[in-house]
């Protein structure tokens, strides 16, 4: 099992819709997670940081389930400009272990 | 501003030429990583740094090598030995005491023929 998996997609909604992505990790240790996103062949970039059971900001949603070692993304009211793909990320000892991304594509 | 600066945003190099990315941060931030993308795959850690003149080997530093002489700067030499390196390279930095959230610079497409 890879130590953060993710479905890889894509997931593809209209624009306005409510659309979640599972991100299932193996180490129970870790202490934080993160949600990337990431525009085709750019960097990513932050978008929400994990430390206890989730975390909101405006219309995007993170829940760490640590019994059954997921974490979410709720992303409602779906933007065009929400399309782009979605790493999320665990801590190790000072490090990230990334998943391979989840990509959205939001339709008119 | 402060942030992460990369350069080149696009290298090319032939073959069996050694080739080095820059990587500088003005965040004041302890530690600095590399991480190489490929196609439709997620990052892969190369090297970190956690304190300079210190560095570990991530999971796939073979063909890579690092150095940190200076807070601010963590360049990243693709030697030839480096199999396949025409990739999308990554250059991140955190400061430990926010969990190690990492913050990441533009990145260089390096293309070998």
């Known amino acids: 099992r890879k130590e953060v998996e993710q479905d890889p997609g894509p997931f593809n909604v209209p624009e306005g819709a409510t659309v979640a992505f599972n991100c299932t990790y193996s180490?129970?240790?870790?202490?934080?997670f993160f949600w990337y996103r990431q525009d085709c062949r750019k960097e990513p970039k932050l978008l929400m940081s994990v430390y206890s059971s989730g975390n909101e900001d405006g219309r995007f949603t993170a829940q760490l389930n640590r019994a059954s070692q997921y974490i979410s993304l709720l992303i409602r009211d779906s933007k065009l400009s929400d399309s782009a793909t979605y790493l999320c990320a665990r801590s190790n000892t000072g490090k990230l272990i990334f998943g391979q991304g989840t990509t959205l594509q939001v339709k008119p | 501003d402060g942030g992460i600066t990369q350069s080149p945003k696009y290298l090319f190099r032939k073959e069996g030429q050694n080739v080095t990315l820059s990587c500088e941060q003005n965040l004041n931030h302890d530690a600095m990583y590399w991480y190489r993308q490929d196609p439709g795959q997620g990052l892969r850690l190369i090297y970190y740094s956690q304190i300079v003149n210190d560095f570990q080997k991530g999971d796939i530093a073979e063909g890579y090598s690092v150095s940190r002489e200076k807070k601010e700067s963590f360049p990243l030499t693709v030697t030839s030995a480096q199999k396949n390196p025409t990739a999308f390279y990554l250059c991140a930095s955190s400061d430990r005491g926010r969990f190690y959230e990492q913050y990441f610079g533009p990145g260089t497409r390096l293309t070998v023929t």
């Open positions: 180490n129970s240790a870790s202490q934080s």
